[in-house]
């Protein structure tokens, strides 16, 4: 599971470790919420390793998957989480942040989903995070929406080329989650945004860290075992 220290990554991690799964996951900066993850960690039965990886680069994600490796033996499950977004009027956007954009979400899921495919065998699978924006477009994010729909042929034609090995690969696209990141707001900042994304969704309210978890853990579960190619909105939306 990559990208567990914070938001949508840390719910998914604690969710499969309360559940009673090994999990490895990864961060780029140290910090409480590190320090944080590995307490809550340590209150689940099962094992976990919280690496410093950056899955943007080869050798942090060569280094992620021998951990795995040696820890784990093999995997159940990859989940490609993190991700990297910062929003950009398409007339400024430059071609460092298209490419760190690129690099940070797709090239980076790629890399990690190579690298640990020896590990996956018949009844494992993938689940990529992309979002909700892929299908519905969003000003200011053409590089960000770019990348989250390449995900989505990506898994697709990641399900027919492993589907034959065994191995199920599908994606799960968040709308708005109500993370820390929003709480970074000044105060008003953030109400007006919960207010303006809860009044997108059907259900009239953001999603939860939570409601994301389920999804994954559902894919990855034996519940969905005819399940792949496919995606699942976790937005609230019609
Ligand atoms: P956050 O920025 O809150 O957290 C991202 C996590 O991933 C952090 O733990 C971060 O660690 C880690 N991370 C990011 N890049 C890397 C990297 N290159 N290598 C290792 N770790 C990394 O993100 P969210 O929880 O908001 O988003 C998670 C995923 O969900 C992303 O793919 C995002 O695009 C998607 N998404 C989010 C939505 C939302 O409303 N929040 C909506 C739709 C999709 P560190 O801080 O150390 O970099």
């Not at 590089?143 to 989505?152: F, G």
């Not at 990641?158 to 709480?183: C, K, M, Q």
């Not at 000044?186 to 939570?210: C, I, K, N």
Request: charge should be negative; aromatic fraction near 4%; glycine fraction near 12%.
């Amino acid at each position: 599971m990559t990208g567990g220290s914070r938001g949508i990554g840390r719910g998914i991690v604690l969710a499969a470790a309360r559940a009673g799964a090994d999990v490895v996951t990864c961060y780029r900066t140290p910090g409480e919420a590190v320090a944080t993850l590995e307490e809550e960690l340590a209150g689940t039965p099962g094992k976990h390793q919280v690496l410093r990886a950056d899955v943007a680069d080869e050798a942090d994600v060569d280094r992620l998957a021998a951990a795995c490796e040696a820890s784990l033996g093999g995997l159940d499950a990859v989940v490609n989480n993190a991700g990297t977004f910062r929003p950009q009027p398409y007339d400024e956007l430059g071609p460092a942040e298209w490419a760190a954009t690129l690099q940070g979400n797709l090239t980076a899921t790629h890399l990690v989903t190579r690298r640990t495919l020896p590990l996956l065998g018949a009844g494992s699978s993938v689940v990529n995070i992309g979002s909700t924006v892929a299908f519905i477009g969003m000003a200011g994010g053409v590089h960000y929406t770019a990348v989250k729909s390449a995900l989505v042929g990506m898994t697709r034609s990641l399900a027919r080329e492993l589907g034959p090995r065994g191995i199920r690969v599908n994606t799960v696209s968040p709308g708005r989650i109500d993370t820390e990141a929003l709480d970074e707001l000044p105060v008003e900042e953030a109400e007006r945004q919960r207010a303006a994304f809860a009044s997108f969704s059907a259900l009239g309210r953001l999603g939860t860290v939570d409601d994301v978890a389920r999804a994954v853990l559902f894919l990855v579960s034996d519940h969905a075992t005819y399940v792949t190619g496919q995606n699942i909105h976790v937005d609230g939306c019609v």
